[in-house]
């Protein structure tokens, strides 16, 4: 229990000095968001306008006061408001966080439905012609940028067939049709790294666990070949590929911003865009502790799964 | 049927006609959807809050007055309007319009809207202006009498701007309540806004259109895609590329002015750009067509001078072209300033925008040809203004427009008695110009005020404050259903947005 206490202790340590140093970078760059605002299209603002808007939005205030007081706020859950028009930080990460994970979620689900049976046959006929042509794209889905392929899949179903809008967003319980039709690009141009990644694991994966001894043994007990694969082969071959599937879920918290961006997808990764641009420090902060929160939350319940399946791992 | 590559080419070649029936959006009769560049930060009547956020101003509030689509004042919430005198300004109320509460437009709404926007906290884009009134008198309901504290000839313009929306004295703090033609129903955070027609909008059979829906594009390839694709009807911020593509598709029309433009600033307070010679050498050794060419594609023409519009009654074609291409004039100028081999120096712009970051580099290779050598300096735009408002720089590239098509809107630019910004250069006075622009500004005699402003062109030729370098076009592009909506003359494009209650579409 001792080992537990602490892990979560450093866990909540390393949250406050991500906090912290978010905080201090985002400030100490040049830029005043005050003066950013009034300017936006190119003009000049009166500079007693800008100092009255420094004024209203605390910035005036000695930078230790305000980390004071951006961390007292975390403490009691509050992220602060927005810079630009006052809208409540948390607000903002709840509303959009969920597009997120769901824009993630259905690029891990394509990449699954996909990436493991082509990686299970590419291993199966190992060398076949298959095989090749799999791996061949496979590496280059991994080569071309994301943005690339975002904007040939806008190209070519959007402005040439005209099957799918080129991007936007609308609430499921507002139009469930619509909603999943435009989700559909973009997840699939999440899921087209990801599929290259599960596709390689499974095969490199699958290939491992053919040439182990218990499949031997499970052939040799006249076990039928189907019952082989699913059973023995496979199952044992998803372990390390659902753990590397995890992580590159993790590093997409933050990671989806060119393909939101192409999209027109209003996730977490646009408004932190826009905020670093028109240094929103509160948005920023918020939004990188809440990204760099659930990536040690993950990491921290992987460690506590791990330790409760393997002793050795508390008493180390 | 056998696979034959004729057969999968031919499957190609037929790809674009098989398009599924209701993929689509449909067309919803009386609404428009519009692809805005930016989801607006704030729709507060009088702060400066950028272009995306003033279209929706010009859709839900209304001023004293506005434009015509030929870019004349005409009159809004005021059916008249004069000046008595040099100082006073004199506005009749219409008699029917009405907040979106329901309530009549009263001069004591007015007197309310210009004493919030001067107050001394705040953040109005026109605070320091409408601190000039002296007083304000109500004589009646209908009657607002203005009295600046010195004669001011630009007061109509300045009550023109979408930043002069006037609303409710009775809106609850945060709520502004216009009386402009639509009325914002809901939005969806970041994403759209959804708009309808106002029932009791001052001018009758107007707004057209029963609804809008404005939707936020910020990937410019993107917006253009969502026209194309059907998504939206009209889109602003047309990208230079898309253009030529855009006018050869006959199910759109594009509409485009030149209006903002770029030029160069400098910092005078040290070096060699503190000696004006210098400055105009720079001004005659810049190629401009390069600059259209590589910045804009084409879409754009060179500013050869201070940045007056051919259309403007304050155009003169001679001095308009007054620093045009002669790099042999240029490296005299440097050799009487006492840099016949140039000099080394730098060039701040920004990598954000590809048009700022195009510019500099044509400027970098013109300035190379006659020995100055420049480096680009190029961080992002919030590290831009903060270095060029605190003068942490040599020479600038900027883009702007000015407020409106009157001349007076280029003090701003080149006043150098204002507090130091990043639109203007740095530690950079001519008292002359200074003199002439406060004077045309009082001048109500427009042949007198043509004569001051050519005489100012002439100043700003010989001591180059800033640097024009190339207008740029300013386009919307819409499907070819789409009617009434007219991109509006010169610095005005960014008013367009007012014309939204005259479109109609089908």
């Known amino acids: ?316 | 049927m056998r696979t034959t590559r004729r057969a999968l080419i031919a499957a190609g070649a037929g790809l674009p006609f098989l398009r599924l029936a209701g993929a689509q959006a449909q067309r919803t009769p009386g609404l428009l959807r519009f692809g805005l560049s930016a989801f607006p930060p704030s729709v507060q009547p009088w702060a400066n809050t950028g272009t995306a956020a003033a279209t929706v101003k010009l859709l839900i509030h209304r001023g004293l007055l506005s434009y015509d689509t030929q870019g004349n004042l005409r009159g809004e919430l005021a059916e008249e309007w004069r000046n008595e005198g040099a100082e006073a300004w004199v506005f009749r109320l219409r008699p029917n319009a009405v907040f979106h509460n329901g309530e009549p437009v009263t001069a004591s709404d007015i007197k309310w809207n210009l004493e919030q926007i001067a107050a001394e906290r705040s953040t109005a884009y026109y605070r320091a202006e409408m601190q000039g009134i002296s007083r304000i008198e109500t004589p009646d309901e209908r009657t607002v009498r203005i009295v600046m504290k010195s004669p001011v000839v630009t007061l109509p313009n300045w009550m023109a701007s979408y930043h002069m929306g006037m609303v409710s004295r009775r809106s609850p703090a945060g709520q502004p309540i216009g009386a402009g033609p639509f009325v914002i129903r809901s939005q969806e955070r970041g994403t759209s806004l959804d708009l309808v027609a106002f029932d009791k909008y001052y001018k009758p059979g107007l707004p057209k259109l029963r609804a809008l829906k404005l939707v936020a594009y910020a990937d410019e390839n993107l917006r253009v895609a969502a026209l194309q694709a059907g998504d939206v009807d009209l889109i602003e911020y047309v990208p230079w590329q898309s253009m030529a593509s855009i006018e050869a598709d006959e199910r759109f029309k594009l509409d485009t002015v030149d209006g903002p433009f770029m030029y160069l600033l400098f910092n005078a307070t040290r070096g060699p750009l503190a000696d004006a010679r210098v400055r105009r050498a720079i001004a005659r050794a810049i190629r401009r067509d390069d600059i259209v060419k590589a910045a804009f594609f084409g879409r754009g023409s060179p500013l050869e001078g201070m940045p007056i519009q051919p259309n403007s009654e304050f155009y003169d074609p001679e001095l308009s072209k007054g620093w045009r291409y002669d790099p042999a004039e240029a490296r005299r100028l440097l050799a009487e300033a006492g840099h016949p081999n140039g000099f080394s120096t730098s060039i701040l712009a920004t990598a954000q925008y590809g048009m700022h970051k195009n510019t500099a580099e044509v400027v970098q290779q013109s300035l190379a040809d006659i020995g100055i050598q420049a480096e680009l300096r190029l961080p992002d735009w919030a590290t831009r203004v903060s270095l060029g408002n605190r003068g942490q720089y040599e020479i600038a590239v900027n883009g702007t427009s000015t407020d409106n098509n009157d001349p007076d809107g280029l003090s701003n630019l080149v006043n150098g008695s204002l507090s130091p910004s990043y639109v203007r250069s740095y530690g950079l006075r001519v008292p002359r110009l200074e003199e002439l622009m406060a004077q045309a500004r009082a001048e109500f005699d427009r042949a007198k005020r043509r004569e001051i402003y050519r005489d100012a062109q002439r100043v700003v030729l010989e001591e180059a404050p800033i640097v024009g370098l190339a207008w740029r076009s300013q386009g919307y592009a819409m499907a070819r259903e789409v009617t009434g909506f007219k991109n509006m003359p010169g610095s005005l494009s960014f008013f367009s947005g007012i014309t939204l209650e005259e479109t109609a579409i089908g």
């Open chain 1, 1 to 316: 229990m001792g080992w537990a206490a602490r892990r979560i202790g450093v866990s909540l340590l390393l949250v406050w000095v991500v906090a912290s140093i978010v905080f201090l970078a985002i400030h100490l760059v040049p830029g005043d968001p005050a003066e950013l605002l009034l300017s936006s299209g190119g003009v000049a603002p009166d500079p007693g306008a800008v100092a009255e808007l420094r004024d209203r939005l605390g910035l005036n205030l000695p930078l230790a006061q305000q980390y004071v007081s951006f961390l007292s706020g975390v403490v009691r859950g509050d992220l602060g408001t927005s810079l630009v028009d006052e809208y409540p930080v948390l607000d903002e990460i709840l509303l959009r966080l969920p597009r997120t994970l769901e824009l993630i979620a259905a690029g891990a689900l394509i990449a699954v439905l996909v990436g493991i049976p082509a990686g299970t046959l590419a291993a199966l006929r190992r060398g076949s012609a298959f095989d090749r042509i799999a791996s061949g794209l496979a590496a280059l889905l991994l080569a071309v940028p994301v943005f690339v392929v975002g904007t040939l899949l806008v190209l070519v179903f959007a402005q040439i067939l005209r099957w799918m809008p080129a991007g936007g967003y609308v609430p499921l319980a507002e139009d469930p049709w619509r909603h999943l039709t435009l989700l559909a690009l973009p997840a699939l141009a999440i899921g087209k790294g990801l599929v290259a990644v599960v596709f390689r694991m499974t095969r490199a994966s699958v290939l491992d666990a053919l040439s182990r001894d218990f499949v031997r043994t499970a052939r040799a007990k006249g076990l039928s070949p189907s019952r082989v694969l699913m059973r023995h082969v496979v199952r044992n071959a998803l372990i390390p590929v659902l753990t590397v599937l995890a992580l590159h879920m993790g590093t997409l918290l933050g990671g989806t911003v060119l393909v939101e961006y192409v999209f027109n997808w209003p996730g977490l990764s646009t408004p932190l865009l826009r905020a670093v641009e028109a240094r929103d420090y509160p948005m920023v902060v918020g939004i990188v502790l809440t990204i760099s929160a659930l990536f040690v939350l993950l990491n921290l319940v992987m460690d506590l799964v791990y330790a409760a399946l393997d002793p050795r791992i508390r008493h180390a």
